[in-house]
């Protein structure tokens, strides 16, 4: 038990981490308090008011005529090599779905994450107390697996929509926009934690009806 009391508080551990670092990271949070203060500014001079708040994205690139025939000089000047991009690094400002998702969802997301992982707590200290096989170990599991996997499918939901603004916005002289680099989430291990969270739904009905057969 000790064993798994440790590896229970490594694993908690790692998702506060991972959960402040998704929430409290990058530039998101700071062009949004950017837009927020535009947009106060505005209100106060009267100005009709259009949202500021801008989102950066990785717009993925492909060259059209000539631009793929660009070439670059070496520094010692003794040769040129072709070159072209193939990733823009920019601001995307998203509709306002977006905007009105990340003021009012992201609260609440932030809530399902925080049970989640209190879930996960209650799980390993009845684990620890030995109370394994019960209903409420189930509900702990099942929980943490299902609300993970429905965060992450959000999270490429709102990808796929800022990906429709980023096309429908940028416009590089000479080159198509094809698209906006994605966060790589693994499927696999969201699949298994609830394979596995329904397999030990499984084992506790079968402790049960062999606990009424004895």
Known sequence: MK????????TIIALCAEFAIQVFGGDTIESFNAGLETGHQQAENGASYTHSFL????AKVIPEGE???A???????TKTVPYSIAEVKCDVRPNWFIVIFLTFGSFFVALLGIYSIYCLIRLLI???????FSHRNVYWIRWFAYVNAGIYLGLMFFEW????????????????????????????????????????AVAVKIKEEQDLTI
């Open 161 to 200: 929509l800022l990906e429709r603004d980023a096309m429908s916005q940028l416009s590089i002289p000479g080159y198509q926009v094809v698209g906006i680099e994605h966060t790589v989430y693994d499927f696999s291990s969201f699949f298994v934690i609830v394979l596995l969270a329904e397999v030990y």
């Open 71 to 77: 070439v670059l000089q070496l520094s010692d000047g």
């Open 67 to 69: 631009a793929g025939e």
């Open 55 to 58: 989102i950066p994205v990785k």
């Open 126 to 132: 009845r684990v620890v107390k030995r109370d394994i």
């Open 3 to 10: 064993y798994i009391s440790l590896l229970g508080i490594i």
